[in-house]
Nanobody, 126 residues
């Protein structure tokens, strides 16, 4: 089973930026859609962004469109999430996940993903 390790979380002031990274252990990474999810205390896991195997397709939650950018480097088995203009409501544990398929015709949902990393905490202060 693929292992996913996130990094880059931390404490940032509102309006600031963070870049999250997720390193995958398997070469199959390059053939899979990857995604970022987040979960705040007392809330359900929420889809944040996804990217197809070849970076041609990307998907974003409405709440982060225009502020977050997902990208990947298949040579490094790594997916990134650049987060700009952070808001207090972005505070959550962010996890990356690998999907069953290389791409999707519409925004993938949580059931399209097979494995999640442990997550990295992002805290946005006012």
């Amino acid at each position: 089973q693929v292992q996913l390790v996130e990094s880059g979380g931390g404490l940032v002031q509102a309006g600031g930026s963070l870049r999250l990274s997720c390193a995958a252990s398997e070469r199959t990474f390059s053939r899979q859609t990857m995604g970022w999810f987040r979960q705040a205390p007392g809330k359900e896991r929420e889809f944040v962004a996804g990217i197809s195997w070849n970076s041609v397709s990307t998907w974003y939650a409405d709440s982060v469109k225009g502020r977050f950018t997902i990208s990947r480097d298949n040579a490094k088995n790594t997916v990134y999430l650049q987060m700009n203009s952070l808001k207090r409501e972005d505070t959550a544990v962010y996890s990356c996940a690998n999907a069953y398929r290389s791409t999707y015709y519409s925004t993938p949902t949580v059931t399209d993903f097979s494995s999640w990393g442990q997550g990295t905490q992002v805290t946005v202060s006012s």
